[in-house]
């Protein structure tokens, strides 16, 4: 009798099994089936903005769902990012955000209002910016490796200007520095065209700008590139050597706007989401118009994950060795 009931209740799990995968498969078959909202954790109008309604564009017309924008800006984008990370985990709430998504938790440290690693699950990076590294046109340095002698040579001396202090461009003119054992004194101004505008005036002698704002000054003469800040040289400025290749190893970060689900979505929604976005970063019309100074990617989930991963440690890191805090 006993042997009996042992294939009946094999042939029970099997059914149950079986009716489960059909249920969850059912499920991403007909995600989403009503609208999903993206939480963009800035002002209307930002560079995350633009893209989401380029790519939504296209998802939608795929999907067959429309895709609603709710601005939460505030607090470093934190406001945003950690509403979404307490969000339901199935799908129709979403993030899109830039790096300061992985910055802000290294300042923050424990009082951050959510782990970009446990919280989130990725999506898909949607755009990469390379930066480059300038110096006006007058200091006498041609190269990353005459910058970090000038550096030694004259501690302090270099102005290092930012767009703020603890943003991302501060804390990256604080790795370079600290890995190279050289010292600069930073300035902080209140956006990126003041730090573009530094140093075409002299005003600073060093600094991070994306392309784009940087190309007409750099074809004047006024500024001066030591390198670009991603791991590859840039496809369209080949001419210019990555700063690792210049001899300061491990040095890779870049602006990036990315898509994240809150950290327990089923993966198969994410895959999902994650091979749409994908899809749409193959179009001409979305490479024309957002392809002007940075590199329109379309990611996997899993590649998401390991910028994220690679990001988290090498922004505690600078945080740790140099001591950069919030209110510096």
Known sequence: MANSRIPMF??????????AT?????????????????VIPYVPGGSSDVEARLYTQKITESLHQP???????????????????????????LLMTTASFTVAPALMMDKSPYDPIKDFAPISITTLTPDLLLVKAALPVKSVAEYIAYAKANPFKLNFA??????????????????????????????????????VSGEADSGVTPPL?????????KVRVLGVTTSERVKFMPEYPTVIEEGVPGYEWSQWVAVFAPGKT?????????????KAAKLPDVIQKLEQGKLVVGSTPEQLRRLVAREVLAWRKVVQDTGIKLED
């Open 22 to 38: 059909a249920q969850a498969q059912s499920g991403v078959d007909s995600y989403p089936s009503k609208p999903v909202t993206i």
């Open 213 to 221: 704002t940087a190309i007409p000054h750099i074809k004047s003469g």
């Open 266 to 278: 089923p993966p198969a929604i994410v895959n999902k989401l994650g091979a749409e976005f994908g």
């Open 67 to 93: 895709f609603i924008f709710d601005y939460k800006p505030g607090a470093g984008a934190t406001i945003g990012t950690a509403f979404v990370a307490k969000a339901a985990p199935d799908g129709y709430t």
């Open 10 to 19: 094999g042939s029970l799990m099997i059914a149950l099994c079986v009716s």
């Open 162 to 199: 930012t767009s703020g202090a603890g943003g991302i461009n501060h804390l990256a003119g604080a790795w370079l520095h600290s890995t190279t054992n050289t010292k600069a004194t930073y300035i902080h101004y209140k956006g990126g065209a003041d730090v573009m505008r530094s140093l």
